[in-house]
C-alpha cells in the first residue's frame, strides 16, 4: 500500500503563489503517473496537471496552463505544484494522485481506473 501526503496548502491574496508538496511512502517508481486534483464542495474533482515518471512529460488543463506547473522530485516518489497568479477560482481542496503501473500516458481524469492511490487533500483558499 503506498500513501500519499500534501503539503502546502494555504490562504493567500489572489495573484498570489503556493507550491504544493506531494511526497509517496515508498520509495523510488520508474514507471506510471503522479498528479494533481482539486475538487469544490458540489463539483466533481477536477484534474489540472499529471507527470509522467518516466520522462517527465506533462500535461495541463486549460484552466490551469501557463500558471500551474507540476514536476516530480529526483527520487521520483514526489510530486510538486508550483502554482502562479492565482485567482479566487482556484479556491479547492487539492489532491496528490498516483499510480505506477506501466501506462503510455497520463490521464486528467478523476476516475479509479486511472489512480490507484490518492492524498487527503490540502486546502488553497485564495481571497480577491
Known amino acids: 500500500q503506498v500513501r500519499l501526503e500534501e503539503s502546502g496548502g494555504a490562504s493567500v491574496q489572489a495573484g498570489g503563489s503556493l507550491r504544493l508538496s506531494c511526497a509517496a511512502s515508498?520509495?523510488?517508481?520508474?514507471?506510471?503517473?503522479m498528479g494533481w486534483f482539486r475538487q469544490v464542495p458540489g463539483k466533481e474533482r477536477e484534474g489540472i496537471a499529471a507527470?509522467?515518471?518516466?520522462?517527465?512529460?506533462?500535461n495541463y488543463a486549460d484552466s490551469v496552463k501557463a500558471r500551474f506547473t507540476i514536476s516530480q522530485g529526483e527520487a521520483k516518489n514526489s510530486a510538486y505544484l508550483q502554482m502562479n497568479s492565482l485567482t479566487p477560482e482556484d479556491t479547492a481542496v487539492y489532491f496528490c494522485?498516483?499510480?505506477?503501473?506501466?501506462?503510455?500516458?497520463?490521464?486528467?481524469?478523476?476516475?479509479?481506473?486511472?489512480?490507484?492511490?490518492w492524498g487527503q487533500g490540502t486546502q488553497v483558499t485564495v481571497s480577491s
Open positions: 494522485a498516483a499510480d505506477f503501473r506501466l501506462v503510455s500516458s497520463c490521464s486528467l481524469s478523476g476516475s479509479y481506473d486511472y489512480w490507484t492511490y
Open positions: 507527470i509522467y515518471i518516466e520522462n517527465g512529460r506533462t
Open positions: 515508498r520509495n523510488t517508481y520508474s514507471t506510471g503517473c
